[in-house]
């Protein structure tokens, strides 16, 4: 939950690198936040079942992770020394998702690159 934190207080913050223990941590549980979201939607009767939109309780919680979601992906990106414009890859269908998630997954740079120092030497 602390690497969850950690990225909402860097809310907005592309700069930087981010290790993969957070990227993957946070995308933790924004999900199991956003399942939550969605069993609300649905107890509460704010989904969209006609239209098959998201309610309303998980519309709103995906809106305000939007930048903190980015931000952590940019960095992550910076983390393994690529610019944060490969995010644009995923556009690429199917193949763009696929070379994302590995560029995600890849272990860091073990040295400071042009983003900055390697955070596993800082923690």
Partial sequence: MKWFLAVLKKY???NGR???KEYWIYMLFYTIFAIVAII???VLGTAGQDTGSSGIISGLYSLALLLPTLAVTVRRLHDVGKSGWWFFISL???IGAIWLLV???TDSQPSENKYGPNPKAVV
């Fill in 92 to 94: 690429i269908p199917f």
């Fill in 12 to 14: 907005a913050v592309f």
């Fill in 103 to 105: 560029l995600l997954a």
């Fill in 40 to 42: 609300l939607d649905n």
């Fill in 18 to 20: 981010a290790r993969r």
